[in-house]
């Protein structure tokens, strides 16, 4: 696990916020020239719950203890291994 991302997971002090960045938060890009972070999750449903007005709260709260007054988006992560379906793979049917 990363460094930052575990980091930013104690400094949250809502224990659902925290394990939900501990378990899917993959990546933590900051930049430093535009104050913005880029948060990356590996789940479409951890992602949502993020988002929520509760989740949003605690998230920013403990991004503040660590980085101060930013702005921030959650992204979905791409990940290298893919199904073959995102990656375009075709299958071949034999009959």
Same mark, same amino acid.
């Given at each position: 696990?990363?460094?930052?991302?575990?980091?930013?997971?104690?400094?949250?002090?809502? $224990?659902?916020? $925290?394990?939900?960045?501990?378990?899917?938060?993959?990546?933590?890009?900051?930049?430093?020239?535009?104050?913005? @972070?880029?948060?990356?999750?590996?789940?479409?449903?951890? /992602?949502?719950?993020?988002?929520?007005?509760?989740?949003?709260?605690? @998230?920013?709260?403990?991004?503040?203890?660590?980085?101060?007054?930013?702005?921030?988006? @959650?992204? /979905?992560?791409?990940?290298?291994?893919? $199904?073959?379906?995102?990656?375009?793979?075709?299958?071949?049917?034999?009959?």
């Amino acid at each position: 696990m990363d460094h930052n991302v575990k980091a930013l997971a104690e400094a949250i002090t809502n $224990s659902h916020t $925290s394990h939900l960045v501990h378990s899917h938060v993959k990546e933590l890009d900051f930049d430093e020239e535009a104050n913005h @972070l880029t948060i990356h999750v590996d789940n479409a449903a951890p /992602l949502h719950e993020l988002e929520s007005k509760e989740c949003d709260h605690h @998230l920013q709260s403990g991004m503040e203890k660590i980085y101060g007054d930013i702005t921030y988006e @959650l992204k /979905l992560h791409k990940a290298d291994s893919g $199904s073959d379906r995102e990656k375009g793979i075709g299958h071949e049917v034999h009959r």
